[in-house]
């Protein structure tokens, strides 16, 4: 932890796609962030030039803070965050893709919210308790230059609360099979995102490329680093995504084949006494617990339990056997926080203090 | 079709706990209904004697018809009903098991939309388009006297949608097993049912008995009728219920394993050309299809689906292979239209068409 | 009625900005009009040349008719509409003001229910049942030529709901001060309109313009038609407008300061026994009565009470004392019957039977 | 501030009806409080004896507090609460009445958050930075005795917005006349409140008695201690109150008639700079400001500023002239935060504060 330590000063930071509502998610979680603060905040070129406060259609609970407010919009360009090695990417898939990879190869570390590069066999999907050593992909991108820049990816929203139930599930009692139905927050689509008119007293049973991602970034999160790849967990997924009338939080019904035997008070007991990297690291986001089990029954649901742990838990509920598969169980996990920006900065957190800085 | 035709009058019929909210659906739908006419409506002491329209909080988007309105409302007890072999009950679980009995011993068909009597070996549980001679077992009930009492039950609101997808589909295929997540509208609670406190921005992961209840019907619905009894159809089904905020209508995500091969494309023929019975008598509430097949990707959806062919259709949508099971696919049903009152009267016209009426 | 009956045919008429959600709205209720029958759908250029099923995103309850899912989508320009002397204008504001007029140049009448001309002086903004007498300017508008063409205009969704209530108040009280509240549904913003994530769990205090509309448009629509103008009522109003999270049905807090004497009773008589123009020529679209009064005390309500006659009834409840200023009560219309599509066509309809299709 | 600084000991309150929705409230808020540690809890005499864990189905967003969660519930009599001076109630309508008599004399505190007593001349009905000096009241109510019991009320949750917006009005422009129509959350109507199938897609426009309350309770708060009694407030209000599907906030559209000249810049000056004596003593509930003035047109709205300043702060928008009367704005503020149970502490910490604990 020596940065901050050391010197006294924050690391510098950068924000792209600051006015989008991950952005802004970026913005008030890392305006008092004990390590990290923000130097640039970048967005199109329609608000460069802009005061952020002018720029931005601020949708967040809390207050928009003053010293941020008054900071000037960059274009997403690489010379706007001269300062800042390390880079939280909000930007839309639209464009993600190229000024990702510009970023990176002037030089920064950009930690991305955005789908484009997860699956890149070079780029790491980082899930912090899960599979913070596939980080290492880092030194490949760089190529051996360790002032070089690189892309690390934070998975779908929906992805990351399935991924945190089933990791220590899979390191007891190896998963083989999972089927998943997401209910998933209108938060999820950004904004504007879904209009009201299509959600109000109803749900649409269908979310453009969301279940193949869900199915590929899994095996790819809960695979193994070995020499100088991922090697995909052998996982057969199904998935079917469902958009919901909930403004934050996803819920998941899971069921799971194991190929160990298991029983209710296992599954149980792995998943409350499951720990990571980042609690042994104590980093500012990590949550106490990843996974918080509840045992009434009607738990988990969105509107309780979403903040728990500062929207970083994944909460599990209602764990019983399945007729079909082997047990079947619940899944609540924030989208906007654990699913995107709080997430990516727990990436962050994980990279400075592996001492991935450069 | 004698009845009517032959004397040029409707057939009488009660309408037992016609104040709860399935109450006034049964009246709203058979206030002007081409075969019956409401002649004894009941309701507990507490209303007893009163104007239904003094009686009832009418909560229908209908406007509650005028000549119904002035009939006086009775205690819930067979006297109530002389005049009408013909009952529907709305009653409550909670008084429903001895109430039904007593009216079936008093020589009334009870029409039950309560779920204390339908896993009763002697109760049919009837869905016209899948199980009609399930009906046989009235004779049974009544012991060779045909002008003896019965009682015929409907199945829960989230079973009907499954098991009407599942008929065509066991037919051609021979059905193995069933994985369903359920989202379902509060209407389905009754009234008062949940609180808007639990359910707004919310949705709960639990309902209680749900999931019992549609893995066993399911099993008995779609069950053979063999000598004097029902051989339950070997079918092993997992479900998860949700409540989600959502007036009216039950969305199921559904996968199934099948014995037989099959394509996206067989199951669509098979569940597009599916037709029942009440198709082929025509009776009043039948739809024109029990089964509508919609390929937009985003449907089927609550809002826009549930009220097709009057509320009776089942609406599957989203037919694809599952990488656990075979295939999965979306069903929507309306839950107090095809779901209970519309559903349970016409189980009464199949019953009238087959001349069981005694 | 000559135009049905002599011939046998209906009536061809054109619609424009047939693909958005007032467009939809015009295509369901005219597919099986009585006197109408659609001729021409235009869209915009993206649009033309397709198959209507193809260029519409449907988002209406009721299936789309199977003859116009098939015709093919025009350019929004006046040979579009060659047949067809009536035109219903769905037009978005952007384009409803020049596109229009060149429609009206071209000879068509044009019922319109885009704000861009209400206001005009020469242009009758009309409610059927309050001030047929304005359509009296289409003769002014013609200049004498009965073959030329003319703009008409419908009212804003919520100014509708409120001056058929003032109406009969007017004629018996005289209005003099008007403070309106309104809580209006999100379907009033068209498509996409408002994103889910702005009114979940949530409302809007404020709609440009809409206040504005409101205060001007019902000053013009209870004017006087003399000379060759309208001479607007001098009333005061008040208007404080907001969106809440309800899909349709706009609900509005009222109270009035009379010139004349009144009583709770004798404005229930007056709103109660109040009928217009088209309740005499009983044109098809014309409710029963245009106001309803009910009187329980939670009444009226947007989901049980805007369908009501088609949703052409304003329903007016809990009429009281005002310490403030006289009388306050509750108005609920539904914003897409009433308050858009249908009201057009009602004028439509007004326009035929008056013989001012020239 | 002698009681903790003194003994470094918590002074010790008791709750009553800690397990509905507002003794929820209670019970998260003073869990952690500074000043007040929950000593003792009471419920009906189905939960007495058993633990608050078991007793309660606690629905708040933060976790039960794990000290709370092992306390045994008690009846709700004086005995109950014998080690606490100061009493919280969050009874019920139906029992309150007697309740708290019952614990005023015997020697407590009550500070009641229900209507029972708010009107008895008696009875402070204190919102601290509107009316602190109505606090003398409890002198009158103890007759002298210096250790006598009393009981003090906080006002209806839709009342406290709308006093907090006028007191700065009415000391700088001299308040005549209120129009005030309000949107009111569904947690103002407790557990169970109003059923998801009344207000999902809809909204109520009646509260039984909530026009009476807001009307008689505003006058009581803005009048002057004289002599022994409160001198009611000379203002003509009238209100209309409205449920709609919103958790949390209710939202008033206000117009005002002044006696003295004003400005929309003066208005908001006024109100912007407004402070009362809990800012000035710094009790621990205390909001910075006590009004917050948001510029944004579509500001506030309940989602995004209810929670500002701890759910304490009057959030007032939208300043503007009024046709009828003279000016007309909006305001929001927490129901069951500064609408009930923070806004109950409050009084407390102000009664201590002012040294009225006996």
Chains 1, 2, 3, 4 share one sequence.
């Not at 938060?187 to 969301?210: F, K, R, T």
Request: net charge negative; glycine share 8%.
């Amino acid at each position: 932890m020596s940065d901050v330590a050391s010197n006294g000063r924050k690391i510098p930071v950068a924000i792209l796609g600051a006015t989008g509502s991950v952005g802004q998610r970026f913005v008030s979680l890392l305006a008092d962030h004990p390590w990290f603060e923000i130097a640039a905040l970048t967005a199109s070129d329609r608000s460069a030039g802009k005061e952020y406060a002018e720029a931005v259609g601020w949708v967040q609970e809390s207050p928009l803070p003053d010293d941020v407010a008054r900071q000037v919009v960059q274009a997403t360009e690489p010379d706007a965050a001269r300062e800042c090695r390390l880079v939280f990417s909000a930007l839309d898939a639209g464009v993600a893709g190229t000024c990702e990879r510009a970023f990176a190869d002037a030089g920064h570390l950009v930690v991305s919210n955005a789908r484009n590069h997860r699956m890149d066999p070079s780029v790491p999907l980082v899930v912090p308790e899960i599979n913070p050593d596939h980080l290492a992909l880092i030194e490949l991108q760089r190529g051996g230059n360790p002032s070089g820049g690189a892309i690390v990816t934070n998975p779908n929203c929906s992805t990351i609360g399935l991924v945190l139930a089933l990791k220590p599930l899979h390191d007891a009692f190896v998963v083989k099979t999972v089927n998943v139905v997401t209910m998933q927050a209108v938060s999820g689509a950004g904004l504007p995102g879904i209009p009201a008119m299509q959600i109000l007293d109803n749900l649409v049973p269908y979310i453009p490329g969301e279940e193949e991602k869900i199915e590929a970034e899994s095996r790819k999160i809960l695979g193994r680093f070995v020499d100088d790849g991922i090697l995909e967990c052998e996982l057969t997924i199904s998935a079917q995504c469902n958009r919901v009338p909930i403004v934050d939080g996803h819920t998941l019904c899971v069921s799971v084949g194991l190929e160990q035997p298991a029983s209710v008070e296992a599954l149980r007991e792995v998943l409350r006494s499951f720990s990571g990297e980042p609690q042994r690291l104590r980093t500012p986001s990590a949550p106490d617990r990843p996974i918080l089990c509840l045992d009434e029954p009607g738990a988990p649901q969105p509107r309780l339990h979403r903040n728990l742990d500062g929207g970083m838990a994944a909460v599990v509920g209602r764990i019983r056997r399945c007729p079909v598969l082997d047990f079947k169980f619940v899944v609540l996990s924030h989208n906007t926080l654990r699913g995107a920006a709080r997430g990516a900065i727990l990436v962050g957190e994980l990279i400075r203090a592996r001492g991935l800085m450069g």
